[in-house]
C-alpha cells in the first residue's frame, strides 16, 4: 500500500500561522507523525506541500504513473477555488479522502465550497493534525 499526504498552500507555515485556528505543531511534527505511523502500520508513504496550484496537479499526476493507491489531501484555500485539482483528482481516479485541520464548516461563507470534494471518498474536517490519521484510516481499510 502505497499512500501520497498531499498539502496545499501555506499549510508549510503550520506552526507559526495561526495558531489559535491551526495549532501550534509544525509541518515537520505533522510529516513526522504520519512517517511513525506508517512504520508502525507497514504501508509505504510519500508527503508533499506545495504552495503552488499547478504542482499539486502536477503531483496528483504522477501518483497516478507511481501506482499510488491513495491520496490524503488538504488543498489549503484551493479547496474552495480550484476546479484544476478536481479535475486532476477525477483524471487519475485514485481513492482520496479530503482533509482540513480547521473546523471550516464553522467559519467564512467562501469556506462553505469544497470543488475537491466530489471527488473525495470522505472527508475529514476540524479533527486538527489526527485528522490525516483518520484520513490514512479510512484509505487502509479500502
Ligand atoms: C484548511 C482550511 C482552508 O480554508 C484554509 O484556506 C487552509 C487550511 C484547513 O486545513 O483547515 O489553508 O484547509
Do not use: W
Amino acid at each position: 500500500m502505497k499512500l501520497l499526504v498531499l498539502n496545499g498552500p501555506n499549510l508549510n507555515m503550520l506552526g507559526i500561522r495561526e495558531p489559535a485556528i491551526y495549532g501550534k505543531a509544525t509541518y515537520a511534527n505533522l510529516v513526522h507523525m504520519i512517517e511513525d505511523y506508517a512504520r508502525e502500520r507497514g504501508f509505504e508513504v510519500e508527503c508533499c506541500q506545495s504552495n503552488h496550484e499547478g504542482a499539486l496537479v502536477d503531483k496528483i499526476q504522477q501518483a497516478y504513473f507511481d501506482g499510488v493507491d491513495g491520496i490524503v489531501f488538504n488543498p489549503g484555500a484551493y479547496t474552495h477555488t480550484s476546479i484544476a485539482l478536481l479535475d486532476a483528482l477525477k483524471a487519475v481516479g485514485i481513492p482520496c479522502v479530503e482533509v482540513h485541520i480547521s473546523d471550516v464548516s464553522q467559519r467564512e461563507d467562501f469556506r462553505q465550497t469544497s470543488y475537491i470534494r466530489q471527488a473525495c471518498k470522505a472527508s475529514v474536517i476540524g479533527r486538527g493534525l489526527e485528522g490525516y490519521i483518520d484520513a490514512i484510516d479510512i484509505l487502509l481499510q479500502k
